[in-house]
Every structure is written in structure tokens, then in C-alpha cells.
């Protein structure tokens, strides 16, 4: 029996984004991705973060487990933070709970349960 190579969990107790200092969106919804041995990855809710420091990218996302997306840029009082947030909008069946949520790269942002 194969092992499935990712797996969604709600993410337990509250989560927030910062982008240079600033909260840009905080949820108590969030869901965890764990994929093959990488580092979890947190996505939120589209309505959790605040769509106004949202710019989409001319960059798309290629995932062979998770699907395909968009890329977005993030506003920060420091300026803006190039593809710093990613979409999955056309899942694979087995990424299709994380459909239209919102993750972050964490080298650009931070990331933090509170």
C-alpha cells in the first residue's frame, strides 16, 4: 500500500503572517500540509489575511502533488515582498482541502502560531 506523500490537518491554536513587523492576517482555521519530508507549511483562509497587501504575480505554481496556482506579492511597510504568498486554485484530489487558501513562503515572511 503506497504512502500517501501529503497529508492536512487543522492546524492546531492560532496562526498569524507578518510581513516586515506588520500582521497582515491572523486564524484560528488555519490547516497544516505536510508533503513528503519537507518542513509543514500553513495555509489560511483567503478571508484571514488582508487581501489589500495581496499583488498577483506573473508567476504560476507547478506542484506535481499539491496542483497548480498563482503566485502573489506582499505589500510591507519595508515595500513589497516578491512571491511571498502562493494559491493552489486547481488542486490534485488529494490537495483539494487547501483549494483557494492562502501559504507563505517562510524565508520572506514570518509565520507563527500565538
Known amino acids: 500500500m503506497p504512502m500517501s506523500i501529503l497529508k492536512i490537518y487543522p492546524a492546531e491554536g492560532t496562526w498569524v503572517v507578518r510581513a516586515g513587523g506588520s500582521v497582515i492576517g491572523e486564524s484560528t482555521r488555519a490547516l497544516e500540509l505536510v508533503q513528503r519530508d519537507w518542513p509543514f ?26 496542483g497548480t496556482g498563482v503566485f502573489f506579492h506582499v505589500s ?3 515595500g513589497l515582498i516578491e512571491n511571498a504568498a502562493y494559491s493552489i486554485t486547481e488542486p490534485t484530489e488529494m490537495a483539494a482541502q487547501v483549494k483557494d487558501y492562502l501559504a507563505f513562503d517562510a524565508s520572506k515572511v514570518t509565520v507563527e502560531r500565538v
Do not use: N, Q, T
Not at 51 to 64: I, M, N
Open 41 to 66: 507549511v500553513i495555509y489560511f483562509p483567503r478571508e484571514d489575511i488582508a487581501g489589500a497587501v495581496l499583488d498577483p504575480s506573473e508567476r504560476k505554481l507547478e506542484c506535481d502533488d499539491r
Open 76 to 78: 510591507s511597510p519595508e
